[in-house]
């Protein structure tokens, strides 16, 4: 990880090391680019070990009416994906990798509003 994380960033992280059901259908990559959503505050706290990731994925197989469709470029993404909204998860800052860019607030505001009416907490 290089230099402070940030609510919106979106960072390369090692594929295996991410959660993203079912496995038995996911091809996996070397890397993965994710989304952090857990705020500043925790975010650069030094003592705070953790981050609340969202991970990505260019398979149109697994999506689900939360998924949210990213354009290729967006915060700087490599290719066109879903944010599997669903597969929300803690993740340890120290394991998260290159920092590709960031998401436009009206991006972000879209995948927690999916992520707040999955878990129904949206009306």
Known sequence: MKGAVHKG???LVSDRSLTMPPDDQRNYH???P???LSGDAKNQQASWPLVYVVPTSTAT???TEYCVKLAQGVGNLPS????R??????FL???LGDYLGQLPAQVLFMIEENLFAYMGLAD
Not at 80 to 83: I, S, T
Not at 85 to 90: M, S
């Open 9 to 11: 960033g979106v960072h």
């Open 85 to 90: 909204t669903v597969c929300a998860q803690p």
């Open 34 to 36: 994710v989304i952090v």
């Open 30 to 32: 070397p890397q993965r």
């Open 93 to 95: 800052k120290e394991e």
């Open 61 to 63: 197989t697994l999506k």
């Open 80 to 83: 066109k994906c879903w944010v």
